[in-house]
């Protein structure tokens, strides 16, 4: 594609992992993406060919408002193909404890900053026929002891990306989920630091009831790190999303996320809750 007929992408979070490795494959097929990013130092190592970072904090209004009017106001490149919702933050600990606030952040950023960018940029979406692709997680399908507060994001999102696909369906926008598995991404690394983090401020009796859970949460991150699917797996299968001409709903990507996606449909809870408890040595 040429300067004059580029399509324009967003993509959000793409600092690391699956947002950056999205970023750059859209970019390689010809795509103009505008990366989102928080930071100005982030910003400086994405900027590439193809690729113009943008700082947007999904939280912030204003700087919604700024990247609706970036999309409008760009007179070569045109129209918006997708956005891709990617986006978010991983706080893991026990219900019992977790403070209040973090809960709040984690609903504002991976719920309310993923419509808050969609409603942004619905207008454009609809003016070109586009779509909207919305990164979940397994997290969004079953909900692991002492991953709640992130399930319970990710489980807002599925509900809300299915009513949003069934309101817009005579509109021609198109909206599509993509549940990962386990990926090695600075995800896994960014929710270890806020466990150890929110573990200091246990009291002595919760330190009985759940340092071993949050043993086990650290070991889980620490082997989705190691052993994940590759981020740019992710971001293939996002790609298929925005190229075919008739995308599927949804895309589960991970040999993890297939199996568990299933077995959550038949498991009576009780064997799930077994199984679970083992998979993190409980």
Do not use: C
């Amino acid at each position: 594609m040429s300067s004059t007929n580029q399509e324009l992408v967003v993509v959000t979070g793409t600092s690391s992992g699956i947002g950056r490795a999205t970023a750059e494959r859209l970019a390689k097929e010809g795509f103009y993406v505008l990366a989102g990013v928080r930071r100005q130092e982030d910003a400086d190592k994405i900027n590439q060919d193809n690729i113009e970072a943008v700082i947007v904090d999904i939280t912030n209004v204003n700087t919604l408002n700024d990247l609706a009017k970036r999309v409008k106001d760009d007179l070569y490149r045109r129209p918006l193909r997708a956005v891709v919702n990617n986006a978010g933050i991983a706080v893991n600990a026990p219900l019992e404890m977790v403070p209040l606030d973090e809960l709040r952040r984690q609903i504002e950023v991976s719920v309310i900053g993923q419509v808050a960018v969609t409603q942004a940029l619905t207008p454009a979406l609809l003016a070109s026929g586009g779509r909207v692709v919305n990164i979940g997680s397994l997290g969004g399908k079953i909900s692991m002891p002492g991953f709640g507060i992130y399930s319970a994001a990710k489980f807002a999102m599925e509900a809300i990306n299915d009513s949003f696909r069934r309101e817009m369906a005579s509109s021609g926008l198109k909206v599509i989920m993509i549940t990962p598995g386990g990926v090695s991404t600075g995800m896994s690394e960014q929710g270890i630091q806020t466990s150890g983090r929110l573990s200091k401020l246990m009291t002595p009796e919760q330190h009985k009831r759940h340092d071993r859970l949050f043993s086990a949460v650290k070991a889980q991150a620490e082997s989705w790190a190691r052993d994940g699917i590759l981020p740019e797996k992710v971001a293939a299968i996002i790609s298929r999303a925005i190229h075919e001409q008739k995308p599927r709903t949804r895309y589960t990507v991970g040999p993890d996320a297939v199996l568990l996606t299933r077995l959550v449909r038949f498991l009576p809870d009780r064997i799930l809750d077994r199984m679970l408890r083992w998979q993190m040595k409980l």
